[in-house]
């Protein structure tokens, strides 16, 4: 891991991409247990926002490939993990990404959405694994709950946890 | 040990300590796909979360 956030790091630092953050399974392992996965999900911004919403993941394949990465289905396989590069495809993940918080691994520093940015994608992606997701969260009380409640409002999730609460939390919802 | 008392275990552990783990767990769900014991999947990540924006 350590390899593969170097090589993201130095490709930030040389303007291919803007700030980034680590969600999905591995975002969450930083909260909560480690779960199986097998690719790291990193939400980025570019340095030029200006192309507008479909961004080409071109610059980012061609950096990483001159330095010996290899593609590998919808990943790119940095160091010893594949990656998946996503373009934030709504005002949701653009916060989740500036609010990201700053964390080392291994001596590299990094960043992961925090606990209530990671549940509240869980609950708009919403497969079964990522309503297991939000529920681990929620189990091991791995959430601020008011700061949960004013994101889900803020971004259109209320009707999509209204029901994830009535099916899985029977109202127990604090 | 209880599940949920392994599952705090766990969650208390350093970061660094747990990239080892999942690093554990990618490597084991690498072989499994490999050994074809596990269904495909047949949409991407991608699809998935371009999908729950609709």
């Known amino acids: 891991m350590k390899a593969t956030l170097e090589l993201i790091n130095q490709m930030q630092a040389d303007g291919v991409i803007g700030k980034y953050t680590i969600g999905g399974a591995v975002g969450a392992t930083f909260y909560l247990a480690p779960a199986a996965t097998v690719d790291v999900d990193v939400f980025t911004t570019f340095p030029s ?9 071109g610059p980012i394949y061609e950096y990483l490939k001159a330095r010996g990465c290899r593609e590998e289905d919808e990943y ?17 993940d653009r916060e ?7 964390i080392e691994i291994e001596g590299t520093r990094t960043w992961v959405m925090t606990a209530e940015h990671l549940v509240a994608i869980a609950l708009r ?13 929620l ?26 609460e009535q099916r899985y939390l029977d109202g127990k919802d604090e | ?11 208390a552990l350093s970061f660094s300590e747990k990239i080892k783990i999942l690093e554990r767990l990618r490597d084991r769900e690498k072989a499994i796909a490999a050994a074809g014991l596990r269904r495909a999947e047949k949409k991407s990540k991608a699809d ?3 999908r729950s924006h609709k």
């Open chain 1, 49 to 57: 926002e200006s192309a507008g919403p479909l961004l080409s993941l």
């Open chain 1, 76 to 92: 790119i396989v940095v160091g010893d993990w594949p990656v998946q590069f996503l373009s934030p495809s709504d005002e949701l």
């Open chain 1, 96 to 102: 989740a990404i500036a609010e990201s918080v700053s």
């Open chain 1, 125 to 137: 992606t919403g497969r079964p694994k990522d309503r297991s997701r939000v529920l681990q969260f």
């Open chain 1, 139 to 164: 189990e091991q009380r791995a959430v601020d709950r008011s700061k949960l409640h004013r994101i889900i409002a803020q971004h259109g999730l209320t009707s999509k946890w209204n029901q994830f």
């Open chain 2, 1 to 11: 040990m209880s599940k949920p008392k392994l599952q705090a275990r766990l969650a």
């Open chain 2, 48 to 50: 998935e979360l371009q």
